[in-house]
């Protein structure tokens, strides 16, 4: 089971936690979130689950999770960003993970565009945003999945191969509450120093595909491009026929 005390006794946040929600099973933690938001209509919540049932991934996957043996989050921060700059948002998460993840095991964790996180080029936890408008700000619903404790056998044979875990990484069992805490801190620290300039150079610096070729579904082809960089406003820079274009789909293959 997952020890919400201990998690709370780690948790040093400013924005995130003001309320906090455990439920040993439910079938998602951001629906989750967004049914609080209706009565609270606040940042700061925090949803975490033991087992999920039905968690999503981007677009119409879904994302495949062990009851305790995984993290499942989510959280919900009002913008911090200017309405043109929303993608820094997307680029400030897998930071804080990245940061949050450093505090119990020192590997060197990559980020595939959009936002997954990447261990030798096998993916290791998944970010899903979602948004509403409310009063004229954005929120966003923010939900984390991060593969913790799982041996290779855990997982479907669909994925076998392309998934991994910090015990797989690290050779050891990580405690799952202190590790979450560790994460939100980094990110509710980011989140309050909003440092543009760090932030999207430290997710460039853990970029895994930075002047790769990389496939993608491009007007409805699958196209080979070299993904360049990402610009001021969080938004993917690719090259593709010669041309710089922003782009703001998922990467296929690389």
């Known amino acids: 089971m997952f020890c919400i005390e201990l998690f709370q006794k780690n948790l040093n946040t ?16 951001n629906s989750d979130i967004w049914k609080l938001f209706e009565k609270e209509n606040k940042e700061g919540l925090i949803v975490v689950a033991n087992e999920q049932y039905d968690g999503r991934g981007r677009g119409s996957k879904k994302w495949h999770s062990k009851k305790n043996h995984s993290i499942i989050c989510s959280f919900l921060i009002k913008q911090k960003f200017p309405t043109q700059k929303i993608g820094l948002h997307s680029i400030l ?24 996180i990447i261990f030798e080029n096998k993916k290791l ?12 700000s ?29 015990k797989i990484i690290s050779k050891q069992d990580i405690q799952r509450e202190i590790l979450l805490a560790n994460i939100l801190n980094a990110i509710d620290k980011l989140l309050n120093s909003q440092n543009e300039i ?20 491009y007007k409805n082809n699958i196209v080979t491009a070299k993904f360049k960089k990402i610009n001021q406003k969080g938004q993917a820079i690719i090259n593709y026929n010669s041309k710089n274009l922003i782009f703001d789909g998922a990467i296929l293959n690389i």
Do not use: R
């Open 198 to 217: 760090d932030l999207l150079k430290y997710w460039m610096q853990s970029c895994n595909h930075i002047n790769k070729e990389i496939k993608i579904e």
């Open 14 to 29: 400013k924005i995130l936690g003001n309320q906090i929600f455990y439920h040993s099973k439910t079938n998602s933690t």
């Open 125 to 136: 936890g998944g970010i899903l945003i979602e948004t509403k408008t409310f009063n004229n």
């Open 93 to 116: 998460i897998p930071v804080g993970i990245i940061k949050g993840i450093k505090k119990n095991i020192d590997e060197n964790l990559s980020i595939k565009w959009p936002n997954d």
């Open 138 to 166: 954005i929120y966003l619903n923010i939900g984390m999945g991060i593969n913790v404790n799982e041996k290779i056998t855990d997982f479907p044979d669909e994925i076998k191969q392309s998934a991994t875990s910090l």
